[in-house]
């Protein structure tokens, strides 16, 4: 007597590459793409005599977040509002020497304006998940 059970084929896959994940998904799975992450672990905020670049980061809670100064004077990051610098204390980061640069950790969820407490119209904002 023969064997009439039946062999389902596998269904067919697609392998997809996204930002060094691979990701392996059914050939009609097109909803269910999951996009990478585009919040960064660590941020670099340089200062020039123009201002802050970038001026708007987005980061993770618990991130370090670098301020290099590529100017020709001191900065001073500090938090919002000037001069009292108490939304966010995270990002008083002090004086900075031209060619030096100042890490901080950065815990406190939420968007975060700051500005160079030396010439406070230089700006930015912080956005942290």
Known sequence: MKDQSTTEEPAATTTQQTSGQEATLPDND???VVEPEK???EATITFSDSGFSPANT???AGSKVTFVNNS???VQPASDPH???TANPELNAGSIA???SK???LTKTGSWGYHNHLSSGQRGTIMVE
């Open 30 to 32: 097109t909803e269910n």
């Open 39 to 41: 919040t960064e672990t």
């Open 58 to 60: 987005t980061v993770k």
């Open 72 to 74: 020709s004077k001191e």
């Open 83 to 85: 001069p009292i610098h």
């Open 98 to 100: 031209a060619g030096s």
């Open 103 to 105: 890490t901080v950790t």
